[in-house]
């Protein structure tokens, strides 16, 4: 039986990310991974000559002050080697006109904005007014939702005036925000903005919630940007393991968590877990869950039922997305002149792709071909009521519609493709042990976004939640942000309270 003072589940970079800070601090941590390499959603598989991400495809928050480079210098290890998106996507709404670039540059952006929306500048300019508030806001190192004193005090000391007029907005969305502006019927703006809230929040206009929306619709521009790591994605999570071997960590993979308990005699949390061949049992004071909070209606079942309010509230969360994802490669010759790493564009079949082209020797594929990975969102009962006969038929007609649609927006022979297939919820299950293979974390409406989200601390002492569905949202940068709370509230229960970055 292993024992140490924090057990993490899951080695997605929420849990790299917490075990790395925690074990720093001289903590002693295990942390758990059912797969055999890290990364999570955020991970990498090789197909021949191919180096494939997993799902997410770009990184935010490694420029100076941002969560990554932050906590990198905390760490005391390099950065993984990237460069900025610029433009960081362009979005084709198929209506006949140019397609949106959305620029590095705040001037190149401002003039993008003016020329493809005529008079939407008061919604961009309040947009990017939200935005700084909430920039400020985060770098003070809130902790939300609150649960106990300690909470709210750290939200009182992160608070900026600017955050008491914006904090009126707690409840709106970006639509009640164009509504403002005068911009409620401005449909082609609505449209954009649909697709781009939809990758980041899970949500359109009418259910981002403003405070939440505002800030993802800005971080494409300095100071902050999207950045495109070289080699792959896994390098984020290589860098974050180089910190738990300088720190004793004890990383294990290949196990995966049946169930979790706590135990009354020790006084301690109780994972008991799986490889192919042996069972094991690790013990500690303090539990991170990085895996989504759905899981644990199984995993902790019996202490569930003490706690009626809080499973009956698990069970009722609202229903993530799935994902369905074509991994290709081609030669670059043979993909038509592009001018950024990601597009995004409307398809009357799918409502949208969203398409993600290696770099030319970036290590993702051989010298003068390139990985394309297109992407959309899908229901997941879409996926597991079917039997077999009809999943791969299913799988058959999408591998077959998203070839079409690419084939038509790149200008790509059928012949020409090197390496397709296609993974499914099915798949996606498979690789992160994720329920059913949901993608990302809540939708960030205003009923589950800050203050009024799931709380990393929950009902049970010691049990911690971190990741996609934990303020302040996904992504690696929301999953890292999410790392460093819960890693605060710890070491907070510890006496350590004036820890930050």
């Known amino acids: 039986m292993g024992q140490s003072e924090v057990v993490v589940v899951g080695a997605g970079i929420a849990g790299l990310t917490s075990a790395a800070i925690l074990s720093k601090q001289g903590l002693s941590v295990t942390l758990i991974e059912s797969h055999t390499q890290s990364g999570g959603c955020a991970g990498t598989f090789k197909r021949k000559n191919y180096i494939f991400d997993v799902g997410a495809t770009q990184v935010a928050g490694l420029e100076k ?7 990198f210098d905390f760490l005391d290890i390099q950065p993984p080697e990237a460069s900025i998106l610029d433009p960081a996507c362009i979005v084709d709404l198929k209506d006949g006109l140019k397609p949106i670039s959305i620029w590095y540059s705040k001037s190149q952006w401002i003039a993008e904005q003016e020329m493809q929306f005529p008079g939407s500048r008061r919604f961009w300019n309040l947009c990017n007014l939200i935005h700084q508030s909430n920039w400020l806001f985060a770098n003070n190192n809130p902790v939300l939702p609150i649960s106990n004193f300690w909470d709210f005090s750290q939200l009182l000391k992160a608070l900026v005036p600017s955050n008491l007029v914006t904090g009126i907005l707690l409840k709106s969305t970006i639509f009640d925000l164009l509504r403002t502006c005068g911009l409620s019927k401005n449909e082609r703006l609505i449209k954009f903005l649909n697709l781009q809230l939809k990758l980041y929040s899970q949500e359109d206009v009418y259910k981002t919630a403003a405070l939440y929306g505002c800030t993802v619709l800005q971080m494409c521009q300095q100071p902050h940007g999207l950045w495109h790591l070289k080699k792959s994605m896994q390098s984020l999570s290589e860098a974050l393991e180089s910190s738990l071997k300088k720190t004793g960590v004890n990383l294990i993979f290949g196990q995966k968590v049946n169930s979790i308990n706590f135990d009354y005699v020790n006084m301690r949390w109780k994972v008991s877990a799986n490889s192919k061949k042996n069972s094991f049992v690790y013990q500690a004071k303090d539990l991170i869950y990085t895996a989504p909070p759905q899981s644990l209606l199984e995993h902790l079942e019996g202490q569930l039922n003490r706690k009626i309010t809080y499973k009956n509230r698990l069970a009722n969360l609202p229903d993530p997305s799935g994902a369905v994802v074509f991994y290709s490669a081609l030669k670059k010759e043979h993909l038509k002149k592009i001018s950024s790493n990601h597009y995004q564009f409307v398809s009357h079949e799918f409502g949208s792709l969203f398409v993600s082209i290696s770099e030319d020797g970036d290590g993702r594929a051989p010298k003068g071909e390139v990985t394309l990975i297109a992407s959309i969102f899908t229901k997941t009962k879409d996926w ?6 009809n999943y791969l038929k299913r799988k058959k007609d999408f591998m077959k519609k998203i070839s079409l649609e690419l084939e038509s927006q790149f200008d790509i022979l059928p012949e020409n493709w090197l390496h397709r297939e ?21 939708g960030q409406n205003p009923d589950i976004f800050g203050l009024f989200g799931l709380s990393s601390r929950t009902p049970f002492e010691g049990l911690w939640l971190c990741g996609d569905s934990i303020y302040p949202g ?20 510890k006496g350590i309270e004036n820890f930050s970055l």
Not at 65 to 71: A, P
Not at 422 to 442: D, H
Not at 474 to 493: C, F, K
């Open 65 to 71: 002050g941002g969560i990554h480079s932050r906590i």
């Open 384 to 389: 597991f009521d079917l039997d077999k006969q």
């Open 422 to 442: 296609l993974a499914t919820p099915l798949g996606f299950e498979k690789w992160t042990n994720r329920p059913n293979g949901i993608v990302g974390g809540l």
């Open 474 to 493: 996904e992504g690696t940068a929301g999953v890292s942000q999410s790392a460093l709370m819960v890693s605060r509230q710890i070491l907070a229960s």
